[in-house]
Every structure is written in structure tokens, then in C-alpha cells.
């Protein structure tokens, strides 16, 4: 089982984090803590970075409002149906600050977007109840097994 307590300098970043100093220039502060924790980085959004740990994505939170958005998107994944589930990147595990999926081939308008935006609508009407903002762009999708879109970040719902 993987346990992100366990990486050398965790409690480092757990002070950055409760210190919610990511909340401005988080760019910078993402890069920060993926030196502290000497992962390589895939990307970050507002309230989280994206580390590449053993071909997971490791979402870590970058303020006291990334800590709840990996607890919200993990427990919506954690609840779902299990036919719904196949839409959305696996949650492998989570904890104070951080959350654990798996990891896929990112989409962007020039890889999939085109290919499987139809496929990509579909999802979005499947999933329609639940109200998940911050899906139209290919940004938040990844592609699973060279085939599927499958959205990656949803803790907006």
C-alpha cells in the first residue's frame, strides 16, 4: 500500500500546505514541492500539483482548499456506481494532502480532442446528475488505453 507520509521531507510539505501559501503564485509553489519531494511534475492547477510517483498521479494539494478538493474528488469516486466509474481516473488512495490515481495520457486539442470529443459528450450526458463543472475543456481529460476519454480532474461537483 502507498503511503505519501512515508516520502522524505512529507512534513515539510505539509507545513507549505496548512501554511496556504500556494494560494497565490501556485505555478511556483507547485515546482517548490515537487523539488521538496524530488518528483517529477506533470502539471498544476489552481489548488493542486500533479507528481509523477511510479507512473501514478500524485495530486498534492498546494492550500487548505486542495486538501478538500482531493477528499471531495476521491470520496466521489469512492461512492459512485461502479458502471459510472469507468469515466473517470481510479482514485488508488488518499490522504492529508494528497490523493493517488492512476495515471493516463493526458488529451489537449492536439492529441484526442479531436478523435474523441463525440465520445467525449457522451460522458458528459451519461454523467449529467452529477454535475461536474470544469469538464468542457481536454485539459481535465486523459485517454485511457489509447481508446477511452476519461476524465481526470473532478473535484468540482
Same mark, same amino acid.
Given at each position: 500500500?502507498?503511503?505519501?507520509?512515508?516520502?522524505?521531507?512529507?512534513?515539510?510539505?505539509?507545513?507549505?500546505?496548512?501554511?496556504?501559501?500556494?494560494?497565490?503564485?501556485?505555478? &511556483?509553489?507547485?515546482?517548490?514541492?515537487?523539488?521538496?519531494?524530488?518528483?517529477?511534475?506533470?502539471?498544476?492547477?489552481?489548488?493542486?500539483?500533479?507528481?509523477?510517483?511510479?507512473?501514478?498521479?500524485?495530486?498534492?494539494?498546494?492550500? &487548505?482548499?486542495?486538501?478538500?478538493?482531493?477528499?471531495?474528488?476521491?470520496?466521489?469516486?469512492?461512492?459512485?456506481?461502479?458502471?459510472?466509474?469507468?469515466?473517470?481516473?481510479?482514485?488508488?488512495?488518499?490522504?492529508?494532502?494528497?490523493?493517488?490515481?492512476?495515471?493516463?495520457?493526458?488529451?489537449?486539442?492536439?492529441?484526442?480532442?479531436?478523435?474523441?470529443?463525440? &465520445?467525449?459528450?457522451?460522458?458528459?450526458?451519461?454523467?449529467?446528475?452529477?454535475?461536474?463543472?470544469?469538464?468542457?475543456?481536454?485539459?481535465?481529460?486523459?485517454?485511457?488505453?489509447?481508446?477511452?476519454?476519461?476524465?481526470?480532474?473532478?473535484?468540482?461537483?
Amino acid at each position: 500500500m502507498f503511503v505519501v507520509e512515508n516520502l522524505p521531507n512529507w512534513e515539510t510539505v505539509i507545513q507549505l500546505i496548512e501554511s496556504d501559501a500556494g494560494q497565490s503564485n501556485n505555478k &511556483k509553489f507547485a515546482l517548490k514541492i515537487a523539488n521538496i519531494l524530488g518528483l517529477p511534475y506533470i502539471g498544476s492547477g489552481a489548488h493542486r500539483v500533479v507528481l509523477n510517483y511510479k507512473d501514478r498521479a500524485l495530486k498534492i494539494a498546494l492550500s &487548505k482548499r486542495g486538501i478538500a478538493e482531493n477528499y471531495h474528488e476521491s470520496g466521489l469516486f469512492f461512492t459512485m456506481p461502479d458502471n459510472e466509474k469507468q469515466y473517470f481516473a481510479t482514485c488508488l488512495g488518499v490522504g492529508y494532502g494528497w490523493a493517488l490515481f492512476e495515471r493516463l495520457v493526458p488529451m489537449s486539442y492536439c492529441v484526442g480532442y479531436r478523435e474523441y470529443r463525440k &465520445k467525449m459528450n457522451e460522458i458528459r450526458k451519461t454523467i449529467a446528475k452529477l454535475q461536474i463543472d470544469d469538464i468542457a475543456s481536454p485539459r481535465n481529460w486523459g485517454i485511457r488505453g489509447g481508446r477511452e476519454p476519461v476524465i481526470l480532474d473532478y473535484s468540482l461537483y
